[in-house]
């Protein structure tokens, strides 16, 4: 009777069995799911209340990001004088940069290097973090000034709002892809208090 109880199981065990699902090499980060939540990166957003108008009309020098570090905003005027208007965290206290530059290069899933001062004060930093869910940066790196300066995606969408960065300006993935097909290298950037 055992005998019969073992074998049923493992026919059960052989005809029942769920193989490992295997996926192929993630060659881009497109639309997928049936609401068009395509964001890997973070959770779902909440969808209780609707989000704020991003396209306002005023007096800024067209093609140009301002940045309000105080609201934590990032203001883009397209060329053809339309704002975007961006929620976005900045850097914490003694991390922060005020001033004028431009947009020097862009990257698509960037690859992260922490400084050497951030891998001292926090040992257990790699030296590279490759893209994907863990980089800190997101999808899409916009480097202003000397190149260490950014503006990026993020990894943690609660910083959003905050003061939170080393002195990079991190926005939620949706916005800066959208803000990064629509500038180009040469891009003014200001920031402000």
Not at 37 to 43: A, I, L, V
Not at 69 to 86: I, M, S
Not at 147 to 152: A, M, N, S, V
Request: with cysteine; proline share 10%.
């Amino acid at each position: 009777m055992k005998f019969l109880i073992l074998v049923a199981a493992a026919f059960l065990l052989s005809v029942c069995q769920s193989g490992a699902q295997i996926y192929g090499p993630y060659d881009d980060y497109d639309v997928y799911g049936d609401d068009g939540y395509y964001n890997p990166y973070m959770p779902p957003p909440y969808y209780g209340e609707p989000l704020p108008e991003r396209r306002t009309q005023t007096r800024r020098a067209t093609g140009t990001i301002e940045i309000a570090t105080r609201e934590h905003t990032l203001v883009y005027t397209t060329p053809r004088g339309e704002q975007l208007v961006y929620p976005i965290a900045v850097g914490r206290q003694g991390k922060q940069w005020f001033g004028t530059t431009r947009v020097t290069s862009k990257t698509k899933h960037p690859v992260w290097r922490p400084t050497p001062d951030m891998r001292r004060k926090n040992p257990r930093l790699p030296a590279v973090v490759q893209p994907g869910p863990s980089n800190p940066l997101g999808t899409r790196a916009i480097y202003l000034a000397d190149g260490l300066l950014r503006i990026h995606g993020t990894n943690d969408p609660r910083s959003i709002g905050t003061n939170a960065s080393s002195g990079c300006f991190r926005m939620y993935r949706e916005d800066v892809e959208e803000l990064y097909d629509m500038v180009q290298p040469g891009t003014r950037v200001i920031v402000r208090r």
